[in-house]
């Protein structure tokens, strides 16, 4: 088993701001036992595995992930303007194995929280002291009537990375000149506020420099989105009137039905044909956590926000996306930020302490060009409103988005720590 030492420790926390939510002294050098197992080797799975190892390497950790690579879906938009490969957004895990945790690569069926095990496909039960659930997001199937399983064969979704976001790849570089493409945004909640919007601007650099003559179209279910203003002004001055939006309140509540064999999508006074068609559709927790009972009417998972343990079953946490709706968007940097503090929790906990209390970061880049990025940041914490009910909330005025009329060279330079942004997030995840 890989031992990490005091100072590749304190590297790590200076890394990922562990300090604030574990005290060295109590962490470091404990003798406890205990068996950690979590479900979804994602960003927020692989964070919190690596840091429940890192704070007490005498924990057996173990991931059970149902994919032998992971690809991240920040900066899978990047591909589309021709920034990225996949390639270089995928990771294995060998260094999550190097570092003493085992991975498992098989689809976890069921948690049995009264019994403390989890079940898999392959016919494994493991069993834990506390398990940590990080499935990201399911997709409610014609939760946009016509839009199901096997509509995103030919339509994608592209928002869980991969052979989704080459499908769509494929169909903008198959497109003549003067099509349209079309996204339909989905409602609140869902993984990533800003990615559809980011998707319109790179498509649309992809196409200014390809197909001129094309449009891309947002057909939406909301009446207003993430960082609205920097992305219309930044749309309108990159690509002129190439990008339309279309709000719900136009549409009469947004798209209703879509119809895949001729890629339209309808709305209650009005349809669009798309020569490229892409859904975001509405969301849900992963699939295991609703199969595990782990869900609320909402079809995502109450948690304390202290510990990020269920509020519906013992010795559960649950982290990432999945989360019920809060001030925590659904985002990658979230999804790492409540895996710290849920490994801090679990830590404490098997070692009989009182969890400390923790607070939640984000920051999120998105893209308009290559050259301009704006970004949204904030720190929360846990607080309780006039009526006792646990709330997490933005500290002070820290939540922020970029600044309107930035000059060139603001907005070049947060394209630039987008780069880095990445590599930080993926180096806690998968490093
Ligand atoms: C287009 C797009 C752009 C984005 N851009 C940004 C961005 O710029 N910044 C940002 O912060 N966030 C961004 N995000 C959001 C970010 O990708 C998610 O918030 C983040 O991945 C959530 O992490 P997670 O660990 O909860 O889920 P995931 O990263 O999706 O991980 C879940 C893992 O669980 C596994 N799994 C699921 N069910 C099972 C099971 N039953 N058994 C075993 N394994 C299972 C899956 O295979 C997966 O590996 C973007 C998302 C999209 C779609």
């Given at each position: 088993?890989?031992?990490?030492?005091?100072?590749?420790?304190?590297?790590?926390?200076?890394?990922?701001?562990?300090?604030?939510?574990?005290?060295?002294?109590?962490?470091?050098?404990?003798?406890?036992?205990?068996?950690?197992?979590?479900?979804?080797?994602?960003?927020?799975?692989?964070?919190?595995?690596?840091?429940?190892?890192?704070?007490?390497?005498?924990?057996?950790?173990?991931?059970?992930?149902?994919?032998?690579?992971?690809?991240?879906?920040?900066m899978s938009n990047w591909t589309l303007a021709e920034m990225r490969d996949l390639?270089s957004l995928?990771?294995?895990?060998?260094?999550?194995?190097?570092?003493?945790?085992?991975?498992?690569?098989?689809?976890?069926?069921?948690?049995?929280?009264?019994?403390?095990?989890?079940?898999?496909?392959?016919?494994?039960?493991?069993?834990?002291?506390?398990?940590?659930?990080?499935?990201?997001?399911?997709?409610?199937?014609?939760?946009?009537?016509?839009?199901?399983?096997?509509?995103?064969?030919?339509?994608?979704?592209?928002?869980?990375?991969?052979?989704?976001?080459?499908?769509?790849q494929?169909?903008?570089?198959?497109?003549?000149?003067?099509?349209?493409?079309?996204?339909?945004?989905?409602?609140?909640?869902?993984?990533?506020?800003?990615?559809?919007?980011e998707?319109?601007a790179l498509?649309?650099h992809y196409?200014?420099r390809?197909?001129?003559?094309?449009?891309?179209?947002?057909?939406?279910?909301?009446?207003?989105?993430?960082?609205?203003?920097?992305?219309?002004?930044?749309?309108?001055?990159?690509?002129?009137?190439?990008?339309?939006?279309?709000?719900?309140?136009?549409?009469?509540?947004?798209?209703?039905?879509?119809?895949?064999?001729?890629?339209?999508?309808?709305?209650?006074?009005?349809?669009?044909?798309?020569?490229?068609?892409?859904?975001?559709?509405?969301?849900?927790?992963?699939?295991?956590?609703?199969?595990?009972?782990?869900?609320?009417?909402?079809?995502?998972?109450?948690?304390?926000?202290?510990?990020?343990?269920?509020?519906?079953?013992?010795?559960?946490?649950?982290?990432?996306?999945?989360?019920?709706?809060?001030?925590?968007?659904?985002?990658?940097?979230?999804?790492?930020?409540?895996?710290?503090?849920?490994?801090?929790?679990?830590?404490?906990?098997?070692?009989?302490?009182?969890?400390?209390?923790?607070?939640?970061?984000?920051?999120?880049?998105?893209l308009?060009t290559p050259n301009?990025s704006?970004?949204?940041?904030?720190?929360?914490?846990?607080?309780?409103?006039?009526?006792?009910?646990?709330?997490?909330?933005?500290?002070?005025?820290?939540?922020?988005?970029?600044?309107?009329?930035?000059?060139?060279?603001?907005?070049?330079?947060?394209a630039?720590?987008a780069g880095?942004?990445y590599?930080?997030?993926?180096?806690?995840?998968?490093?």
């Amino acid at each position: 088993m890989a031992t990490i030492n005091r100072r590749r420790f304190i590297q790590m926390a200076a890394l990922g701001g562990l300090t604030a939510a574990v005290p060295f002294s109590k962490a470091w050098g404990s003798q406890s036992r205990g068996r950690v197992v979590v479900v979804g080797g994602g960003t927020g799975g692989a964070t919190a595995a690596r840091y429940v190892k890192a704070i007490d390497p005498a924990i057996d950790v173990t991931i059970i992930e149902m994919e032998p690579k992971h690809t991240t879906c920040y900066m899978s938009n990047w591909t589309l303007a021709e920034m990225r490969d996949l390639d270089s957004l995928t990771h294995t895990f060998d260094n999550t194995r190097a570092r003493g945790i085992n991975v498992i690569i098989d689809k976890a069926t069921r948690i049995d929280a009264e019994k403390q095990t989890v079940h898999t496909a392959g016919g494994q039960a493991i069993e834990y002291d506390r398990v940590i659930v990080a499935p990201g997001i399911d997709f409610v199937w014609n939760g946009l009537e016509g839009y199901d399983e096997a509509a995103a064969e030919v339509i994608p979704h592209a928002w869980k990375a991969g052979p989704q976001t080459l499908l769509l790849q494929q169909q903008l570089a198959a497109m003549d000149d003067g099509g349209v493409v079309v996204i339909t945004a989905p409602p609140n909640p869902f993984r990533c506020p800003p990615g559809p919007y980011e998707r319109a601007a790179l498509i649309a650099h992809y196409l200014q420099r390809h197909k001129p003559k094309s449009k891309v179209m947002i057909l939406d279910a909301k009446d207003a989105f993430s960082k609205q203003g920097l992305f219309t002004a930044g749309w309108t001055r990159h690509y002129g009137d190439m990008i339309e939006w279309v709000g719900a309140f136009d549409t009469g509540g947004g798209p209703e039905r879509v119809s895949v064999d001729d890629r339209t999508v309808h709305m209650a006074f009005d349809s669009v044909q798309a020569d490229v068609l892409n859904v975001v559709p509405p969301q849900k927790a992963g699939q295991i956590a609703i199969d595990s009972g782990l869900t609320d009417a909402s079809g995502w998972c109450p948690v304390d926000f202290h510990t990020l343990e269920s509020t519906i079953a013992k010795n559960v946490h649950v982290i990432g996306d999945a989360i019920v709706s809060s001030a925590l968007p659904k985002s990658g940097y979230i999804a790492a930020s409540t895996a710290k503090v849920a490994a801090a929790a679990v830590v404490d906990l098997i070692n009989g302490r009182e969890p400390r209390e923790g607070s939640f970061f984000n920051t999120c880049y998105s893209l308009l060009t290559p050259n301009h990025s704006i970004s949204v940041s904030g720190v929360y914490r846990v607080a309780h409103d006039d009526a006792g009910a646990q709330i997490v909330q933005g500290v002070g005025d820290s939540v922020a988005v970029s600044r309107a009329g930035a000059e060139d060279w603001e907005q070049f330079r947060e394209a630039r720590y987008a780069g880095t942004w990445y590599n930080n997030l993926v180096a806690q995840a998968f490093g």
